[in-house]
């Protein structure tokens, strides 16, 4: 059977899990945040990452109710989190999510039913779903902007590695820059001075435009001293933890572990 056929059944199931990674404040080193990432686990099989099933999710429009299920449980989730910890919850949104009419709706509707405030959520979106005119850009940005009023926040992932230019992101409606984790300093790949100078300059463009700037990939306690040195605001990687179940989460952020 096709995957798009196997993935409609899936969905509204609980073969769809969300898992959770830690983001640490650089500055207490506290877990201030958590990534929400989805996996697919057909019962009987291995674990299917999004990788291999975005793509498709988007192309056949599956990601509507796959997202809109995510973000449910996500904030269901978190909200316990956020009134113990103040832990705040990220959440991935695709392009085509962003396109949907009632949007902004639905997201005020999950938040309302899982008891979550608007400021505790954070939207992930890629630096494409911004550039360039046209209706649909218009409309996300539309969308994003409501939301901001509510107290939700916008972050651009994978920032540095898409086509925003310096009048995007000082004119659109964003508060976080997540740098790509190919940014990350890494001895074995190149010249370290060089690849410290371009995490300081993404990190100063950032504090300029009023952006908060999270790390991505930190996979090493040097990395998470330049970062600190850096002035780079949060972090996440697997140096602080990787993605876990929401159990698991929650014994993280309990400290039992
Ligand atoms: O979880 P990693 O572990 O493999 O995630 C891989 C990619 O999948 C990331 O780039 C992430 O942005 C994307 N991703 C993870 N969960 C979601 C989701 O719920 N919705 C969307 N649109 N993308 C997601
Ligand atoms: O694109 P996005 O940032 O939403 O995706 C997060 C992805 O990055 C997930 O696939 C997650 O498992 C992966 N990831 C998280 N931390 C690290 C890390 O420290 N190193 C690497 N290589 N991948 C990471
Ligand atoms: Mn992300
Ligand atoms: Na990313």
Avoid at 27 to 45: C, K, M
Avoid at 58 to 81: F, K, M, N, T
Avoid at 122 to 142: F, W
Wanted: with cysteine.
């Amino acid at each position: 059977i096709a995957v798009v056929d196997r993935l409609r059944t899936a969905i509204g199931t609980d073969a769809i899990v969300v898992h959770y990674q830690p983001i640490v404040s650089l500055e207490t080193g506290g877990f201030i945040a958590v990534e929400a990432l989805v996996r697919w686990v057909p019962p009987g099989e291995a674990p299917i990452g999004p990788d291999d099933f975005i793509p498709a999710a988007e192309d056949s429009g599956l990601i509507v109710p796959l997202g809109e299920q995510v973000l449910r449980r996500a904030c269901h989730d978190a909200a316990v989190w956020y009134r113990r910890y103040g832990t705040t919850l990220t959440v991935n949104v695709s392009p085509r999510q962003l396109s949907e009419a009632d949007f902004a709706a639905r997201v005020m509707r999950a938040l309302h039913d899982a008891g979550l405030p608007a400021a505790a959520l954070i939207l992930e979106i890629t630096e494409g779903v911004l550039v360039g005119a046209g209706a649909q850009a218009d409309q996300t940005i539309a969308h994003l902007s409501e939301l901001r009023r509510f107290g939700v926040k916008v972050a651009v992932d994978d920032f540095g590695t898409g086509y925003s230019s310096l009048a995007y992101l000082r004119d659109l409606p964003i508060d976080i820059l997540k740098i790509d984790r190919s940014f990350m300093p890494d001895a074995a790949t190149g010249d370290p001075a060089q690849q410290v100078a371009l995490v300081r300059t993404i990190v100063d463009l950032a504090h300029t435009l009023r952006l908060t700037a999270v790390a991505e990939g930190v996979e090493t306690d040097e990395q998470t001293t330049v970062l600190r040195t850096l002035g780079c605001d949060k972090g996440q990687g697997f140096h602080y933890g990787r993605p876990a179940p929401a159990d698991r989460t929650a014994e993280v952020l309990a400290g039992v572990v």
